[in-house]
């Protein structure tokens, strides 16, 4: 009978177990997640051992994992049916610190090719986390190999580790980690659960706890598209989403270059920060061959994006050992802009593929969309394509794209006319909107708050200017008839300009209404409503900022002009009021008047003149 030997670590590995188990790892929980991943391991290798052939002890038991929790003795135990390690293997595996196993294993066997085994392993040192919690550890291996005999292998970390024979021990490894007072929680199954859960869900062999199967779920994002059933996306979906709905829209893609990349992404049903949950946080997990890297990982999409829910996961993530960090923030970019552009992409197609269902997420979603417009110049464009409007060709409630507007525009119109009111009536009731009707031009009506922002950060779509109506340089084809001479029409003007003073900037004859006796047009060519507004609400008391210089368009065709025309000889100062009137009535029209009592108490004046003459 052979008998218990001692070895002894080297120095240097003395101080490499060092530092592994009082700096490498941010969480004492990573231990689990490092010998389940061993585990794994082990039963991949079992699995490509036997499909190729080899003749295996025990052929028949299934390669599984098992945890067992003991409160009372203050230990853990995680066993495997994998391939188990032989005398040799134990003192080059488990005896050398950063020697791996696994690496060993796959150049064996592959060469310089790269075989599609779900290997976890590779830097040699996971298994030493167990000596942030433990004691003692226990391993009772036995090799997958019919002739090797069970061996024990014993360390306390210091100094170095015992083996020992292992009688007839069932194929596969047994570690049992002894747990310090400080780690006892570990032998809590509740505890223990939590943590498999987050690392090792996804972990391709069944995980028991105390007898109690765990990983139910696949990962299915590693697997052929055609091979996945709906109800295993939805359940997935329910799974990572935490969302009881299905999802609304599904992405699922490989790439290989510039990264290899495997990711199934999922937009819900609804979007939570509208039902007054908050803001959200993006729900795409980071993983690498199906080990949690990081929840909610941070800086994986543009916060924009924050709606995805779903799985990243890829190999070439160059991981320092410890896992957590990733040591390079460039390709967390890169990966970034690769994921965000296919998601668009995406986007775009589905919105050819399936309108409908594309316009119910837009309906949802587009504030998001708009955000990465006004914020994010790298997918400007590719956002530019997505989003919608209603229009003045189309039937109310139709929506169409940017670029299927430009498709429609006649030669002769170089820009895309949008107009911004709350909604299609307004907008159809706007005098700006006129000179577009009579030329039978299209325009985007826009009437979420937001697309004022959206147009000034997108300035260009498919190398047209977007314009907003109010600012179009765009004359009546014709040129409005009236019966006021040109020369009374001018006058007209003069006098207006002089009544109302520096309450207007110009006061010019129209070339643009048609239904409207006049209208305010802003001096500033650059300045919009909403600018106007933020530069008001920055300099409280200046009025100049806020109100002044809007330049007055008067259609010298609209009897209302004709009429003052007449009144202004006849009775000065009830005209007078009317071209008051007049001018805060274009800057209601415009949404611009401040302050409507003024307007209240000289309306209600010339009211009770109409009426005296009758
Ligand atoms: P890595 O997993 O990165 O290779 P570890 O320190 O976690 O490094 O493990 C070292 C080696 O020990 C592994 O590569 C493997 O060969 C061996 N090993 C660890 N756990 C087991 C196990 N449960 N079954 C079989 N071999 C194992
Ligand atoms: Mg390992």
Same mark, same amino acid.
């Given at each position: 009978?052979?008998?218990?030997?001692?070895?002894?670590?080297?120095?240097?590995?003395?101080?490499?177990?060092?530092?592994?188990?009082?700096?490498?790892?941010?969480?004492?929980?990573?231990?689990?997640?490092?010998?389940?991943?061993?585990?794994?391991?082990?039963?991949?290798?079992?699995?490509?051992?036997?499909?190729?052939?080899?003749?295996?002890?025990?052929?028949?038991?299934?390669?599984?994992?098992?945890?067992?929790?003991?409160?009372?003795?203050?230990?853990?135990?995680?066993?495997?049916?994998?391939?188990?390690?032989?005398?040799?293997?134990?003192?080059?595996?488990?005896?050398?610190?950063?020697?791996?196993?696994?690496?060993?294993?796959?150049?064996?066997?592959?060469?310089?090719?790269?075989?599609?085994?779900?290997?976890?392993?590779?830097?040699?040192?996971?298994?030493?986390?167990?000596?942030?919690?433990?004691?003692?550890?226990?391993?009772?291996?036995?090799?997958?190999?019919?002739?090797?005999?069970?061996?024990?292998?014993?360390?306390?970390?210091?100094?170095?580790?015992?083996?020992?024979?292992?009688?007839?021990?069932?194929?596969?490894?047994?570690?049992?980690?002894?747990?310090?007072?400080?780690?006892?929680?570990?032998?809590?199954?509740?505890?223990?659960?939590?943590?498999?859960?987050?690392?090792?869900?996804?972990?391709?062999?069944?995980?028991?706890?105390?007898?109690?199967?765990?990983?139910?779920?696949?990962?299915?994002?590693?697997?052929?598209?055609?091979?996945?059933?709906?109800?295993?996306?939805?359940?997935?979906?329910?799974?990572?989403?935490?969302?009881? #709905?299905? @999802? !609304?829209?599904?992405?699922?893609? =490989?790439?290989?270059?510039?990264?290899?990349? /495997?990711? %199934?992404?999922? &937009?819900?049903?609804?979007?939570?920060?509208?039902?007054?949950?908050?803001?959200?946080?993006?729900?795409?997990?980071?993983?690498?061959?199906?080990?949690?890297?990081?929840?909610?990982?941070?800086?994986?999409?543009?916060?924009?994006?924050?709606?995805?829910?779903?799985?990243?996961?890829?190999? #070439?993530? @160059? !991981?320092?050992?410890?896992?957590? =960090?990733?040591?390079?923030?460039?390709?967390? /970019?890169? %990966?970034?802009? &690769?994921?965000?552009?296919?998601?668009?992409?995406?986007?775009?197609?589905?919105?050819?593929?399936?309108?409908?269902?594309?316009?119910?997420?837009?309906?949802?979603?587009?504030?998001?969309?708009?955000?990465?417009?006004?914020?994010?110049?790298?997918?400007?464009?590719?956002?530019?394509?997505?989003?919608?409007?209603?229009?003045?060709?189309?039937?109310?409630?139709?929506?169409?794209?940017?670029?299927?507007?430009?498709?429609?525009?006649?030669?002769?119109?170089?820009?895309?006319?949008?107009?911004?009111?709350?909604?299609?009536?307004?907008?159809?009731?706007?005098?700006?909107?006129?000179?577009?009707?009579?030329?039978?031009?299209?325009?985007?009506?826009?009437?979420?708050?937001?697309?004022?922002?959206?147009?000034?950060?997108?300035?260009?779509?498919?190398?047209?200017?977007?314009?907003?109506?109010?600012?179009?340089?765009?004359?009546?084809?014709?040129?409005?008839?009236?019966?006021?001479?040109?020369?009374?029409?001018?006058?007209?003007?003069?006098?207006?300009?002089?009544?109302?003073?520096?309450?207007?900037?110009?006061?010019?004859?129209?070339?643009?209404?048609?239904?409207?006796?006049?209208?305010?047009?802003?001096?500033?060519?650059?300045?919009?409503?909403?600018?106007?507004?933020?530069?008001?609400?920055?300099?409280?008391?200046?009025?100049?900022?806020?109100?002044?210089?809007?330049?007055?368009?008067?259609?010298?065709?609209?009897?209302?002009?004709?009429?003052?025309?007449?009144?202004?000889?006849?009775?000065?100062?009830?005209?007078?009021?009317?071209?008051?009137?007049?001018?805060?009535?274009?800057?209601?029209?415009?949404?611009?008047?401040?302050?409507?009592?003024?307007?209240?108490?000289?309306?209600?004046?010339?009211?009770?003149?109409?009426?005296?003459?009758?």
């Amino acid at each position: 009978m052979s008998k218990t030997e001692s070895h002894q670590f080297q120095a240097e590995i003395q101080q490499l177990l060092n530092i592994v188990i009082h700096s490498l790892y941010t969480d004492k929980e990573i231990f689990m997640r490092e010998l389940i991943s061993n585990a794994a391991d082990a039963c991949e290798k079992l699995r490509f051992n036997q499909t190729s052939g080899k003749a295996v002890y025990q052929p028949d038991v299934a390669p599984v994992i098992d945890v067992t929790t003991d409160e009372k003795e203050g230990t853990v135990t995680i066993r495997d049916t994998g391939v188990g390690m032989t005398h040799g293997e134990l003192v080059e595996n488990l005896g050398t610190i950063a020697h791996s196993g696994t690496k060993a294993f796959l150049r064996q066997i592959a060469g310089d090719s790269k075989p599609d085994l779900g290997l976890i392993g590779q830097f040699g040192v996971g298994f030493y986390s167990a000596f942030m919690v433990a004691t003692r550890v226990t391993a009772l291996s036995r090799s997958a190999d019919p002739d090797q005999p069970g061996w024990s292998w014993t360390s306390e970390g210091m100094g170095g580790y015992e083996l020992a024979p292992g009688g007839d021990l069932p194929r596969g490894t047994q570690i049992t980690l002894k747990l310090k007072e400080d780690a006892l929680e570990f032998s809590k199954e509740a505890t223990v659960e939590g943590i498999i859960e987050r690392y090792s869900s996804f972990i391709p062999f069944p995980i028991q706890l105390n007898g109690r199967r765990l990983n139910t779920v696949q990962a299915i994002w590693a697997r052929n598209k055609n091979d996945i059933k709906e109800e295993e996306y939805n359940s997935f979906y329910t799974f990572v989403g935490h969302d009881h #709905d299905q @999802p !609304l829209l599904r992405l699922h893609f =490989t790439a290989d270059a510039p990264l290899a990349i /495997q990711a %199934l992404l999922f &937009v819900p049903k609804r979007n939570f920060e509208t039902m007054g949950m908050g803001r959200m946080d993006s729900e795409v997990n980071l993983y690498c061959r199906k080990i949690l890297i990081q929840a909610k990982a941070k800086g994986l999409f543009p916060d924009w994006l924050r709606f995805l829910k779903g799985v990243v996961d890829s190999e #070439d993530l @160059p !991981l320092n050992i410890s896992r957590e =960090t990733m040591q390079d923030t460039t390709l967390m /970019q890169k %990966l970034n802009k &690769v994921l965000t552009s296919r998601f668009l992409k995406f986007l775009d197609e589905h919105s050819e593929k399936d309108p409908a269902s594309y316009e119910t997420f837009y309906s949802e979603f587009q504030r998001y969309l708009k955000e990465g417009v006004v914020t994010d110049f790298t997918h400007q464009e590719a956002l530019g394509r997505l989003l919608r409007y209603e229009s003045s060709s189309l039937e109310a409630g139709k929506l169409t794209s940017l670029a299927d507007y430009v498709k429609r525009m006649p030669a002769e119109q170089k820009e895309i006319y949008v107009l911004l009111a709350p909604n299609r009536a307004a907008a159809e009731a706007n005098p700006y909107f006129e000179v577009f009707r009579a030329r039978k031009w299209e325009v985007l009506f826009l009437s979420d708050p937001w697309d004022e922002f959206v147009v000034e950060h997108l300035r260009v779509f498919g190398g047209k200017t977007l314009r907003l109506a109010e600012k179009a340089d765009l004359n009546l084809e014709d040129k409005p008839k009236g019966s006021l001479s040109e020369e009374a029409a001018k006058t007209l003007a003069g006098w207006l300009k002089q009544t109302l003073g520096d309450k207007v900037g110009e006061v010019r004859l129209s070339q643009r209404l048609v239904d409207s006796p006049a209208v305010i047009v802003d001096s500033d060519k650059h300045m919009t409503a909403s600018m106007r507004r933020i530069l008001k609400a920055m300099k409280q008391d200046s009025q100049e900022m806020a109100g002044a210089k809007h330049d007055l368009e008067i259609n010298v065709a609209h009897p209302l002009m004709t009429q003052l025309e007449a009144m202004r000889q006849e009775d000065s100062a009830l005209a007078a009021s009317v071209a008051e009137q007049l001018l805060d009535n274009c800057k209601v029209a415009a949404g611009l008047l401040e302050d409507p009592r003024q307007m209240v108490s000289r309306l209600n004046q010339l009211l009770e003149r109409v009426l005296a003459k009758k």
